[in-house]
């Protein structure tokens, strides 16, 4: 069974973003299966794990949290963070709904999808979401951005939040974040920032401008089960300020009841049964170090740049963007193939069979191509060699 599952752990798996799987990780695991901690009421040491964790995450992307918490996943950290914000929006929602009132998210047109669900899940309606414009670099563009919120004021709208993305989950583009909050702030509008992939890369030299103004926005979150390489499930949506958590989520039952004034760590997130996912997080920064996760984070950086340099010049492919971060998108052109989209689709069909690297087709402005994202530590810079070799043998036969 295993030998014929796909595994993202896999140097040349590149199709999505996946997990390096680091093997701290399955020891991790292990000993937080062992202990089966839940940290709905009160953990000791499993506590001052994911606390700690939190805190070394934060410090790592430049990001100034005065609270946060891990979660399943990307979507369920972008709900916690919404869910925060339609409370500070709307005071009260959480008991007495949103009644006749008219709400909006605003996020560009290439966010992920967990949004619109985190939209709904939250009971403020997918028809809320305001989907703002991307500009020639396919980043969010802050004076649509604007137009948007006014015109949403103006009209008895109440705006819940603009969500940012650090890094699209189609190529990887990070949003103008000191310019999206010269919105939002003066508006009071909440911003969070959805890093789930791409936020990480904030830590490496060569990034790091991307991320200017992160510092400014009201949340944000990270999956470590992406770029920072560790199992699934291990997200954290992270806070700037105090209160908003236990403003969303806090609560008293008589079969939990609390210690004096001091709450319990279900008071500060949507789930109850919650295992300690920062196990892993914490010991793979205690074993690896934030210098090696840079170094490898640059690393992957480096292989996709080589990428896209190399299909700049090569004669048989097409790069559809400039990559900003690790995902790179690009067609396989020949002169004889006459339906480009069809072609690069069978072709993409045609490399996962083949198993030799696995990518997956994707659509960039109305054209089909394969697109690939590096995030994985173990695989070499020339894998991006190897990658158009094994395109232009596989495209060869179709």
Known sequence: MLDASVSPSRPLYLAYIGSTGLEIGVLASALAATYDANLAAAAGGAELVEKQALRWASEFVGFPTAEGTFTSGGMTSNLTALLVAR????????????????????????????????????????????????????????DELAAAIDADRSAGVTPVAAVATAG??????????????????????????????????????????????????????????????????????LMRRPGGLEAAFGHEERYMLHHGDISNPVDRTLEYSRPVNSLRLW??????????????????????????????????????HKPQLSTVCFRHVPGGAREADAHNLALAHAMQRDGRIYLAPASVDGHTCLRVTFVNFRTPPEAADRLLEVASELASDL
């Open 283 to 320: 010991m793979a920064f205690r074993v690896h170090g934030a210098e090696q996760f840079r170094a490898w984070i640059e690393q992957t950086l480096e292989t996709a740049g080589r990428l896209a340099s190399l299909t700049r010049t090569h004669d048989e492919f097409e790069l559809l």
């Open 87 to 142: 409370e500070r929006a709307v005071p009260g929602a959480r008991f007495d709904g949103l009644g006749s009132r008219r709400l909006a998210v605003y996020c560009s047109e290439e966010a992920h999808h967990s949004v619109v669900r985190a939209v709904e899940a939250s009971g403020i309606g997918s028809r809320s979401v305001r989907r703002i414009g991307i500009d020639e670099s396919r980043r969010m563009r802050p």
């Open 168 to 237: 699209t989950t189609l190529t990887g583009a990070v949003d103008p974040l000191a310019e999206l909050a010269e919105v939002c702030g003066p508006r009071g509008v909440w911003l969070h920032v959805d890093g789930a992939y791409g936020l990480p890369a904030a830590a490496a030299p060569s990034a790091a401008d991307l991320f200017a103004g992160l510092e400014r926005a009201d949340s944000a979150t990270i999956d470590a089960h992406k770029w920072l390489g560790v199992q699934k499930p291990c997200s954290l949506v």
